[in-house]
């Protein structure tokens, strides 16, 4: 069971590395993958001989950690990309990347040909009216077209117009793409559409609503019978499987869990379907609760079109964040009202969630005083019934997909607020202030961990140059407070004054 539980989380390992660094190196993904799965396939082993009560020791395991980081950074760097090359691909990945289509492969010639023909190039030139944008130079590369100059009227009106230009000499044929450029100087790019040149694709392998809904009924399987032993934690695998209706207790733990988790990926598909974006319906990754207590390891979709502008990559990226925290809230604080008072352990290991320390979270330490008030002490954590574990882990779950790092949600909304190459710093800097909460915060640190091996580097939008408006910004700014409320624990003065004060 375990080495199934393990090989779906290298699947799911695979397509992240796939998707997620193949544009900064040339390096085989399979190879970097192997790297990666070091750890992974210790842990394997460890369990298949001790078993799973056993821990694996630290001492065995950071090495493993260790090696496998430093592996993967040679691998990365021995084969990364030339400034050059990145800049000739730089827009291909608003397909590949951002959308998961592959984009259309040039097969190797000797002499390689221009997209376009002499005449052609004198069709495009007519696509740039000297008023909007006043083109300067056209530069040719094996799989785009480069078009330099002068910005001259908005950069919304100006793409809108050459966009429409473009369609009208050339019809679908190509891609076009608007990026900031050094000095203040935008260009735009042209890249062959793989919607158009991809014949083979069916449209009915889109959303596969079979397979979304075999993995829907499968989590809701194994979240029930994690709820199930969070009521009741002597129940064995052998007793559920005897007496499966005790599987009726853990229902209110996986009808909230799927709903938070359904809700997260139905916000960003509703977004996407606002901006007639192709996308999957939202696949849920069950996984046995005897190897991973909480029965899931989440759900996610996979956007199938580039991202217009960067409203929609800002409107997409947060449209899952909200729609899951509106529905954690009055679950978690259905789930307190449930949930007892009970004095806290000298120590805990792990997650004890028959007495969880409030004050690990500010919001989660807010939430908690403001359910049971003066009854609450500093010397008292919280024996959470299941719903309220649901709750917990929604937002956990909001927290760790707000990360501004790449292309995660919170990734997408910092690149959308402050342009890709900001937006690749605070990921930088975020990544950092992560794995230094990591030593405050145990739980964290796995995730520190995973975070440095993502990218950085958001995919550009076709229109990455036009900014958002003041509303956008305060909400990103109000997501990103939502973050540091989750993840950071409540300061001990802070603690003292609020239950000092109710």
């Avoid at 964040?321 to 008072?341: K, Q």
């Avoid at 145990?442 to 975070?451: F, G, N, R, S, T």
Wanted: charged residues 10%; proline residues 7%; glycine residues 8%.
């Amino acid at each position: 069971m375990i080495w199934i539980s393990l090989g779906l989380f290298g699947l799911i390992l695979y397509f992240i590395v796939h998707y997620g660094v193949s544009r900064v190196t040339t390096t085989p993904t399979w190879m970097l993958w192997l790297a990666l799965m070091i750890p992974v396939v210790a842990v394997g082993l460890w369990a298949s001989i001790y078993g799973t009560q056993q821990q694996m020791p630290a001492s065995i395991l950071i090495p493993c950690f260790v090696l496998s980081l430093v592996l993967y950074l040679y691998l990365v760097r021995v084969n990364q990309r030339k400034p050059s090359d990145l800049q000739a691909t730089d827009v291909r990945a608003a397909d590949t990347e951002i959308s998961g289509i592959k984009s259309p492969t040039v097969a190797p010639s000797p002499k390689p040909e221009n997209l376009l023909s002499k005449e052609e190039e004198s069709q495009l030139q007519t696509c740039f009216p000297q008023s909007i944008y006043y083109l300067q130079q056209v530069d040719h590369r094996p799989q785009v077209v480069i078009c330099r100059g002068r910005l001259r009227s908005q950069p919304e009106e100006a793409y809108h117009t050459i966009q429409e230009n473009i369609q009208a000499q050339f019809g679908d044929r190509f891609l076009v793409v608007f990026q900031p450029g050094a000095m203040n100087k935008p260009f735009f790019v042209l890249v062959p559409n793989p919607q158009t040149q991809t014949t083979k694709t069916r449209t009915g392998s889109i959303t596969r609503p079979g397979l979304a809904l075999g993995l829907f009924l499968l989590t809701g399987l194994t979240t029930t019978f994690a709820g199930a032993s969070f009521t009741d934690t002597t129940l064995t695998s052998q007793a559920l499987f005897n007496q499966p209706h005790l599987l009726l207790k853990g229902l209110p733990y996986s009808l909230s869990l799927l709903s938070i988790l359904g809700l997260h990926e139905l916000g960003h598909y509703f977004a996407s379907r606002l901006y007639k974006l192709k996308a999957t319906l939202p696949y849920f990754i069950p996984t046995p609760y005897t190897f991973f207590r909480f029965g899931t390891l989440g759900a996610f979709i996979q956007m199938r079109s580039p991202i217009p502008h960067r409203k929609a990559l800002f409107d997409i990226g947060i449209a899952g964040p909200l729609a899951g925290f509106v529905i954690t809230l009055p679950i978690l604080i259905w789930g307190l009202l449930h949930s007892t008072i009970v004095p806290l352990p000298d120590k805990s290991i792990g997650l004890p969630f028959d007495a969880f320390d409030p004050t690990s979270s500010v919001l989660f330490t807010l939430l908690s005083k403001a359910v049971f008030g003066a009854n609450l002490s500093l010397a008292e954590g919280i024996d959470l019934q299941p719903m309220a574990i649901a709750g917990w882990l929604g937002l956990i779950v909001t927290a760790l997909n707000l990360m501004p790092v790449g292309q995660l949600d919170g990734g997408h909304i910092v690149h959308a607020m402050f342009g890709q190459r900001t937006g690749a710093v605070i990921g930088q800097v975020a990544r950092l202030l992560v794995l230094i909460l990591a030593f405050i915060q145990p739980l964290l640190l796995l995730w520190a961990i995973i975070l440095l091996f993502m990218p950085t580097t958001d995919q550009p939008a076709l229109n990455d140059v036009s900014e958002l408006d003041n509303t956008r910004d305060l909400l990103g700014l109000i997501a990103l407070a939502i973050l540091a409320m989750i993840i950071l624990p409540m300061p001990h003065n802070l603690a003292h004054l609020l239950y000092g004060a109710f």
